[in-house]
């Protein structure tokens, strides 16, 4: 028979190994969370559905909302577009480029630095012609060169501005948004820098969109008159972003309400009686009294006595002459003088 200390003994090591089981550190429980999806990049070419197929020159804004939009034609360049590309990154602008298809086809590089640099794209036909031989060819050909530089082209800007030479036509048949311009530079002339610049910052308003050239010929007077441009812009207050973004800012003024008319007062209804189916205009007027002016009366004549007859009866009487009426005497018997 086992003693009480014995018995304490070997209880206690009956339940060692079940102490150790419970006090051993259990694993860290692994919980599974889902990876968040990326944030998707906003397209910098995407443009809203109202605008899709029309033909734009500026973009209402709301009142105070001071944006401005600055475009480059006839690119990509070798020189001048890189250094507009370096004025617009020192100022932290973004732009829109319209490209000639054939000139992206040959400079291929410098378009893609362009969408690098976040500004968007558009496209200026294959081939800048006034009178294209093949419209549906220019638009088309440009859309391939520009997808080729990994832009999906919504927005195209007809040479020379011209919307009847079948080019805009085909464009806006593709739902792409056509644009011209509000504000001229007239840098095309080489008129010089200052000119180029006071063009500008004279025709700026909110939601214009400003005409200048990064290519097709020298651009020196351009690359000098981009510094004044901007820094003039925003001491005025403007924002310079791209094309869809302006686009994206469109405002459609609430319409004003009506004012409410007073009801004039009615006027009081002529004592007259209106027959079924008489109007106004046919109704009885009020009878008038008339002043007639007394005319002068026909001379009377006296009545004639007529002779009597032989056998006793009136005479018919006979129309009045203006001879005298003799009355005849009374026959007397013929007594002779002696006899009386």
């Known amino acids: 028979m086992l003693?009480?200390?014995?018995?304490?003994?070997?209880?206690?090591?009956?339940?060692?190994?079940?102490?150790?089981?419970l006090q051993k550190p259990q694993p860290p429980k692994i919980v599974v969370r889902p990876t968040p999806k990326p944030t998707p990049t906003p397209d910098p070419h995407k443009i809203p559905a109202w605008a899709q197929g029309r033909v734009l020159n500026d973009v209402p804004v709301k009142p105070g909302d001071k944006v401005f939009a600055l475009t480059f034609d006839d690119g990509p360049w070798p020189v001048y577009t890189r250094q507009i590309l370096r004025i617009l990154k020192?100022?932290?602008?973004?732009?829109?480029?319209?490209?000639?298809?054939?000139?992206?086809?040959?400079?291929?590089?410098?378009?893609?630095?362009?969408?690098?640099?976040?500004?968007?794209?558009?496209?200026?036909?294959?081939?800048?012609?006034?009178?294209?031989?093949?419209?549906?060819?220019?638009?088309?050909?440009?859309?391939?060169?520009?997808?080729?530089?990994?832009?999906?082209n919504t927005m195209f800007r007809?040479?020379?501005?011209?919307?009847?030479?079948?080019?805009?036509?085909?464009?806006?048949?593709?739902?792409?948004?056509?644009?011209?311009?509000?504000?001229?530079?007239?840098?095309?002339?080489?008129?010089?820098?200052?000119?180029?610049?006071?063009?500008?910052?004279?025709?700026?308003?909110p939601g214009g969109i400003a005409l200048l050239h990064d290519g097709g010929g020298a651009r020196e007077g351009?690359?000098?008159?981009?510094?004044?441009?901007?820094?003039?812009?925003?001491?005025?207050?403007?924002?310079?972003v791209t094309l869809p973004e302006?686009?994206?800012?469109?405002?459609?003024a609430p319409p004003k309400p009506r004012k409410s008319k007073k009801p004039a007062p009615k006027k009081a209804?002529?004592?007259?009686?209106?027959?079924?189916?008489m109007s106004q205009s046919n109704s009885p007027k009020?009878?008038?009294?008339?002043?007639?002016?007394?005319?002068?009366?026909?001379?009377?004549?006296?009545?004639?006595?007529?002779p009597p007859t032989s056998i006793g009866r009136v005479a018919s009487p006979k129309p009045a002459s203006t001879q005298p009426v003799l009355t005849p005497e009374p026959i007397a018997a013929a007594v002779p003088t002696a006899a009386r």
């Open 3 to 21: 003693s009480g200390c014995q018995q304490a003994s070997q209880t206690a090591a009956l339940e060692a190994p079940a102490l150790a089981t």
């Open 90 to 152: 020192e100022h932290d602008v973004r732009a829109t480029f319209f490209m000639v298809g054939s000139v992206v086809r040959a400079y291929p590089k410098i378009a893609r630095e362009v969408k690098a640099a976040g500004h968007a794209i558009g496209s200026h036909s294959w081939s800048h012609a006034s009178r294209p031989r093949n419209a549906v060819a220019e638009i088309q050909r440009t859309n391939l060169a520009l997808r080729e530089i990994g832009v999906r």
């Open 158 to 205: 007809p040479p020379y501005g011209l919307l009847k030479n079948g080019m805009a036509r085909q464009a806006l048949k593709e739902k792409q948004a056509v644009f011209i311009w509000s504000a001229d530079s007239n840098d095309w002339r080489k008129p010089g820098a200052r000119r180029i610049a006071n063009s500008v910052l004279n025709q700026a308003t």
């Open 222 to 240: 351009t690359v000098a008159a981009l510094p004044r441009i901007l820094s003039k812009l925003k001491e005025r207050g403007y924002r310079l």
């Open 246 to 252: 302006l686009l994206s800012r469109r405002y459609i």
């Open 269 to 277: 209804p002529m004592p007259t009686t209106f027959k079924p189916g």
């Open 286 to 306: 009020p009878s008038v009294p008339q002043f007639r002016a007394p005319q002068p009366s026909a001379p009377t004549q006296k009545p004639t006595a007529l």
